[in-house]
């Protein structure tokens, strides 16, 4: 299994793994275990996991060597105790995901970005931007709902809502005792849904799967391909986010290039490149009747098989 196979699974698609790690989560006595990703895959990969409650140095430890063995077993990776990193608080998570996957982006472009607050029992993260991407950004709309909320719910299964000050949302009182919250996350404490993995329904989980198979090893060489044409999407990434076979739609993610459209989160160059891609996608598929399509942060499992050779 490849780093990607095991993303994609981990994060779902495979209920045998899942439930191997359900039984070890229960082995070492914690009360939640996830997955959340793989940091560097080119260069120094590093496996990055969320764990409740919170934990002692030496228990880290004992769950990082526990881990290692499970994806050695699992995936036929092998990752050393160094390249394991266990997070076991909701702000150094919602940090750790920032920092990597958003902010340089943001950086780049002359803004910052503040976390001011997160409550694990509601799944809220309160962000601020700032700098350059200010509500007078024409982009900072779809730099909050495409680029920084769409990764911390993608990446942070706790995560429900990500809001700014002054959004119409009802603020959690931050500073809600641990015990008492753990508490809370006790009772609450869901252990996943594995419906539809017995190769049964077509699953949503299963349709996007095949979609992105068909993207990565057909659209893709096709799209790299138009390079200095008329449509020229040859930098632009694209996978699929949802599926519903039995309503006909499909949802697309963009990651557009420097130069495509006017920023990063331009809607309107995503409209074309879904025409662009949307009838090749619906003359695979038939029962694709609406395609559609929004620019998104691509998460790093996306990355890493697109920029294969």
Request: hydrophobic residues 40%.
């Amino acid at each position: 299994m490849e780093r990607l196979e095991l993303f994609r699974a981990l994060k779902g698609n495979d209920a045998g793994l899942l439930g191997k790690l359900e039984e070890l989560r229960g082995e070492l006595g914690l009360t939640k275990l996830y997955f959340i990703y793989i940091a560097d895959f080119d260069s120094d990969p590093k496996i990055v996991w969320g764990v409740r409650p919170l934990i002692d140095e030496e228990k880290v430890a004992e769950v990082k060597a526990k881990l290692s063995e499970f994806v050695k077993e699992r995936a036929g990776l092998d990752f050393s105790l160094d390249k394991i990193e266990v997070l076991c608080d909701p702000l150094v998570e919602v940090e750790n995901v920032l920092s990597v996957q958003v902010i340089p982006y943001i950086h780049s472009h002359g803004g910052d970005l503040n976390i001011l607050g997160v409550d694990e029992v509601s799944g809220l993260v309160l962000v601020e931007l700032s700098g350059a991407c200010t509500s007078g950004c024409q982009s900072s709309a779809a730099t909050m709902n495409n680029g920084i909320r769409s990764t911390l719910i993608h990446l942070l299964p706790w995560v429900k809502k990500v809001e700014q000050p002054g959004s119409d949302v009802e603020e959690p009182d931050f500073g809600i005792p641990e015990a008492l919250r753990q508490a809370e996350l006790d009772v609450q404490h869901n252990k996943g849904d594995s419906s539809g993995a017995d190769g049964g329904a077509m699953t949503e989980e299963r349709a996007v799967w095949i979609v992105n198979e068909f993207i990565f090893k057909e659209l893709r060489p096709i799209m790299k391909a138009t390079a200095g044409k008329e449509v020229d999407v040859s930098k632009v990434v694209v996978w699929a986010t949802g599926a519903n076979v039995g309503a006909g739609t499909l949802s697309l993610g963009l990651a557009l290039s420097q130069g495509t459209g006017c920023s990063p989160f331009c809607g309107c160059a995503a409209r074309g490149i879904v025409k662009f891609l949307g009838e090749r996608l619906r003359s695979k598929f038939s029962w694709a009747s609406r395609v559609s399509g929004e620019p998104l942060v691509p998460p790093p499992n996306i990355m890493e098989i697109w920029n294969r050779e």
